[in-house]
């Protein structure tokens, strides 16, 4: 492809025939340091106080923005473009070559010819890798990247199995009872996934998160799986409820493929532009389908 990006490393040249969720990001590294503690109080924020959680239907152009901030070009680097069907408008590709005037990957005339050569998905990865968030709202795209088939096919339905029942996080839970109710849609529609993805990304308790990309193995929506002897007590699903857990261990293999899930996730996250959970709202009144939370 174009330019030293598109230049593979002796360690992507088996890529292609790995499994999706071991195509991660560099791993990340345990903090240490005098920031530490500000780090975690600024996360702790982020997940503490009164939240109202917004239960509506995505758009579409919501979820192609979603899908867009997970792409590998996002997220890594690598000559490999996500697999996904992308509408890539003529206009986009002539003002993203416009804006890469003067960059040395597209010195020459012959880049500009190679790029519009390509794809859809691997001007799309281009696209991402050079220009991040800018362009996310400028593309449409239709189909999954691996980051959500993956989350799709291994990882929602274990939660939705474990926390989405009816005495639990279900549809028909009572909402002021368990705080947040988690989209169990029997046609698995891509509002009901990306909406959940939002929600779990959102969500904590006491300031954890129940993603938590810097420190993995502490993501609450691994601990919650776990049998309470094999969890730390601050990471342990808070009420009287005792849960019957999905895993045994660390080391079931579906525990260890959401982990490898959690790992793959751009770290720090980008701004999805769409929040389900609204924190510090409780003035204003609820919308149709809301609950003010404690």
Not at 34 to 37: K, Q, T, V, W
Not at 97 to 106: I, R
Not at 139 to 148: A, F, R, W
Not at 229 to 234: F, K, M, N, Q
């Given at each position: 492809m174009v330019g030293a990006m598109w230049q593979p490393t002796a360690n992507e040249s088996d890529s292609r025939a790995a499994p999706a969720y071991f195509l991660v990001q560099d791993p990340p590294q345990p903090t240490s340091g005098?920031?530490?503690?500000a780090d975690e109080e600024a996360m702790r924020a982020m997940f503490e106080g009164p939240y109202r959680v917004e239960?509506?239907?995505l758009t579409n152009k919501e979820i192609s923005r979603i899908r867009y901030m997970e792409l590998r070009g996002m997220r890594m680097r690598t000559t490999q473009p996500d697999r996904v069907t992308?509408?890539?408008?003529?206009?986009?590709?002539?003002?993203?070559?416009?804006?890469?005037?003067?960059?040395?990957?597209?010195a020459e005339e012959r880049n500009r010819r190679d790029f519009l050569k390509q794809t859809p998905p691997q001007k799309l990865h281009a696209i991402a890798f050079y220009k991040r968030e800018e362009f996310a709202d400028k593309?449409?795209?239709?189909?999954?990247?691996?980051?959500?088939a993956e989350f799709k096919r291994n990882v929602l339905p274990p939660i939705l199995r474990s926390c989405a029942t009816?005495?639990?996080?279900?549809?028909?839970?009572?909402?002021d009872q368990v705080k947040f109710r988690l989209f169990k849609d029997p046609k698995k529609t891509n509002s009901a996934l990306?909406?959940?993805?939002?929600?779990?990304?959102?969500?904590?308790?006491?300031?954890r998160p129940l993603i938590n990309r810097a420190q993995v193995s502490n993501s609450l929506m691994l601990t919650y799986l776990l049998p309470e002897?094999?969890?730390?007590?601050?990471l342990r699903h808070p009420g009287n409820i005792?849960?019957?857990?999905?895993?045994?261990?660390?080391?079931?293999m579906g525990f260890k493929r959401i982990e490898a899930w959690i790992a793959s996730l751009r770290n720090p996250p980008s701004d999805y532009g769409v929040h389900l959970v609204h924190r510090g709202e409780t003035d204003a009144p609820p919308g149709p389908g809301d609950q003010f939370l404690p």
């Open positions: 005098p920031g530490d503690e239960e509506r239907k992308v509408k890539v408008p003529r206009e986009i590709v002539d003002e993203f070559l416009v804006s890469m005037e003067g960059h040395p990957d597209f593309v449409e795209i239709l189909t999954d990247p691996e980051v959500y009816s005495g639990c996080h279900g549809p028909g839970a009572p909402v990306y909406g959940n993805f939002i929600l779990l990304n959102e969500l904590g308790h006491k300031g002897s094999e969890v730390r007590p601050e005792k849960l019957k857990p999905l895993f045994r261990s660390r080391s079931a």
